[in-house]
């Protein structure tokens, strides 16, 4: 039987293997913060979208990239 922690290391370990093999489609697409498989940045954009909106901007650039589900949303900040 596994332990919580065993499965919390599983998931953790799914979620990387996930976003390292699986997302990228050999496309050059814009940098952005990691996202979550099958919600993206959902979760992360609780309270005031605009000032994380401002916090990715100056983190990736003005032009970046969010997942909103399985969507890939690039986002323009000017």
């Keep these: 039987m596994i332990s919580l922690t065993g499965a919390l290391v599983l998931c953790a ?5 996930y976003n390292i093999f699986f997302k990228n489609d050999g496309k050059k697409y814009p940098k952005g913060p990691m996202s979550l498989p ?3 940045n959902m979760l992360e954009l609780r309270g005031f979208i605009h000032l994380k909106l401002a916090k990715w901007a100056d983190q990736y650039g003005d032009i970046f990239q969010i997942w909103f589900a399985r969507n890939r949303i690039t986002n323009s900040i000017a």
């Design 38 to 40: 099958l919600i993206g």
């Design 13 to 17: 370990i799914s979620i990387i293997v």
